[in-house]
């Protein structure tokens, strides 16, 4: 299956740590990359590969993988980084895909 | 730096075709290639292909496959995607993405394209 689930929506209290999961057949064999979105901008790519930042994007997000299953971590949820966030991986035909997205609400 | 500069928001009537244009800048051009990535309103991202920078190779979504064609014109680096044969749930922000390979994660995005198909 190319098909990659998240829950759709989760929420943390500021300061907290929070996951966001990513669930998906191909998550076995290939690494999840993370997304946030937030509203009226493009994505921004904050994890990729086995646990990647990009240049500019905090210590606080993390990525791990087990399994079928993906995570994004953020340790101690700030306010700015309540959004949307989308995990992203490939499948065995050589295409991309994307969860269905999750809404981090922080508290 | 890395930026993607996109053309701007259309209106088109059902059955007509969209094109789209991504003008890349701040990178080598010939070293990346462009994926094109839609999002209908208040819905999730659709991966709809990528495109060599380098020679131009394809790669599309088979839900699009037929219905979309992508190019580079290497002298402006500039990558199209031409979209035919419009529905109303083609009405989307499309997304301009670098990605080194078909497969690799979009590094850096443009502003998006708003098209909206409507009678």
């Known amino acids: 299956s190319s098909e990659l689930t998240q829950d759709p929506a989760v929420s943390v209290a500021l300061g907290q740590t929070v996951r966001i999961t990513c669930q998906g057949d191909s998550l076995r064999d290939y690494y999840a990359s993370w997304y946030q979105q937030k509203p009226g901008q493009a994505p921004v790519l904050v994890i990729s590969g086995k646990n990647n930042r990009p240049s500019g994007i905090p210590g606080r997000f993390s990525g791990s993988s087990s399994g079928n299953t993906a995570s994004l971590t953020i340790s101690g949820a700030q306010a700015e980084d309540e959004a949307d966030y989308y995990c992203n991986s490939r499948d065995s035909s050589a295409n991309l895909v994307f969860g269905g997205g999750t809404k981090l609400t922080v508290l | 730096q890395v930026q993607l500069e996109q053309s701007g928001a259309e209106v088109k009537k059902p059955g007509a075709l969209v094109k789209v244009s991504c003008k890349a800048s701040g990178y080598t051009f010939t070293t990346y290639g462009i994926s094109w990535v839609r999002q209908a309103p208040g819905q999730g991202l659709e991966w709809m292909g990528w495109i060599s920078g380098y020679n131009g190779k394809t790669n599309y979504a088979q839900k699009v496959q037929g219905r979309v064609t992508m190019t580079t014109d290497t002298s402006t680096s500039t990558t199209y995607m031409e979209l035919r044969r419009l529905r109303s749930d083609d009405t989307a922000v499309y997304y301009c993405?670098?990605?080194?390979?078909?497969?690799?994660?979009?590094?850096?995005w443009g502003q998006g394209t708003l098209v909206t198909v409507s009678s």
């Open positions: 993405a670098r990605s080194i390979m078909a497969v690799a994660p979009p590094d850096h």
